[in-house]
């Protein structure tokens, strides 16, 4: 039996690995058993020799428990997704008997993939789709890494991860931290999901989809992103369909990444005029660089100017709203809405914004507009 340590570390291994599965942060581990529904503290992980890997795998759930000895020992606690028999006739899980948790956990994923493939290959409508498969890899394309595919019931889900062509540099914090677990953003991706039907091979454009990374959360555009043109007929060429989403997609991703950094550098040259708090505190949205807020006081109101920048600034102009609240005066009585915010936005015939400004006219339409507002509250 493992010692304590040793347990540890194998599970750390897997939840620190990028490579076993498409997306980050798939592969749950838990004790076995866990007592669900019993009124007593679940064991800690490592207060057992056995766990269990709840491991997410083309949209299904591929469970396994492991009894943590030297050598390892598995039980595959999801038969109908991969039957314990079909691994009578394959080969030991690599350096057995002396097989790592991560050798173990690769293997049999890829005797799951390998398994998938062969239903697949079995369904007489489906048959070229390995073929295809086949091709991408050896184009290439693909690596036997980078897809999952599995049939549950009547249909075949492929899943296919790319990395944008463009080397990015941009990474979130926000989405690093904002978890207090371990964390594995995997970087910069996207994963694209296909599903066929089994009887008959048809794809189903209704359940395509795209998958960005959370570091790509960056970029508000990926989030309604949407294939123009997806129809049946284009995914009866699995290569071209591919080429064609993925060419796409890039696209997209430059584009995003071109619009955050020209949001950036406006917004950041507006904090750092604001960042002493004698005119204004800023508070800046660093995550999606869209928003900024300056707080200061008129004579008789405090104020807070918001400025919006869309996916498509430059070429359209900021968003420009003033919320209001007046300040209490000494002896002055009380009315109902005195203390009120009040919200008004403000058309840009007023505010003065045009097109493809640069920074330097931009941030003097900003000034001018705390100075009208300072004026009139």
Not at 56 to 83: C, G, Q, R, W
Not at 104 to 115: A, D, E, F, G, T
Not at 355 to 365: K, L
Request: include cysteine; hydrophobic fraction near 45%; glycine fraction near 4%.
């Amino acid at each position: 039996m493992m010692d304590i340590l040793a347990r540890e570390k194998a599970m750390l291994e897997v939840k620190q690995s990028s490579t076993l599965v498409l997306l980050p942060n798939s592969i749950t581990i838990r004790p076995y058993p866990d007592d669900a529904g019993e009124p007593v503290l679940v064991p800690h992980p490592l207060a057992t020799h056995r766990i269990t890997l709840d491991i997410k795998y083309a949209t299904t759930m591929f469970s396994v428990m492991v009894t943590m000895e030297n050598p390892l020992d598995f039980v595959i606690t999801t038969p109908h997704l991969l039957p314990m028999k079909y691994l009578d006739d394959k080969p030991f899980p690599p350096g057995y008997p002396n097989t790592s948790l991560v050798e173990l956990v690769k293997w049999l994923i890829s005797q799951l993939r390998n398994h998938m493939e062969q239903r697949i290959q079995a369904e007489e409508r489906l048959s070229e789709f390995v073929t295809a498969i086949e091709n991408l890899v050896t184009m290439n394309i693909l690596t036997k890494d980078s897809y999952e595919v599995a049939i549950v019931g009547d249909k075949a889900t492929f899943l296919v991860k790319f990395k944008p062509e463009k080397e990015i540099k941009l990474h979130s914090l926000t989405e690093i931290v904002k978890e207090d677990k371990l964390l594995n953003t995997g970087g910069h991706f996207f994963v694209l999901k296909l599903v066929f039907r089994v009887d008959t091979g048809a794809f189903l454009p209704g359940e395509f989809a795209v998958a960005f990374s959370s570091d790509l959360s960056m970029l508000p555009e990926l989030a309604s992103f949407s294939h123009p043109g997806l129809t049946a007929k284009l995914a009866t060429d699995l290569v071209e369909f591919l080429m064609s989403v993925k060419d796409t997609v890039d696209k997209t991703i430059v584009s995003a990444v071109d619009g955050w950094e020209a949001r950036a550098r406006l917004l950041l040259q507006l904090f750092s005029i604001f960042d002493g708090g004698e005119l204004a505190v800023p508070y800046l949205d660093s995550h999606t660089m869209s928003v900024m807020d300056l707080a200061f006081q008129a004579k008789e109101r405090k104020c807070l100017l918001k400025i919006e920048l869309g996916p498509d600034f430059p070429e359209t102009v900021p968003k420009v709203t003033v919320f209001t609240m007046m300040l209490p005066t000494e002896g002055a009585r009380e009315t109902r809405g005195s203390g009120g915010i009040k919200e008004i936005a403000i058309s840009n015939d007023k505010v003065g914004f045009q097109p493809n400004m640069d920074q330097s006219e931009n941030v003097e339409v900003v000034l001018k507009v705390i100075n009208k507002i300072a004026e009139k509250f």
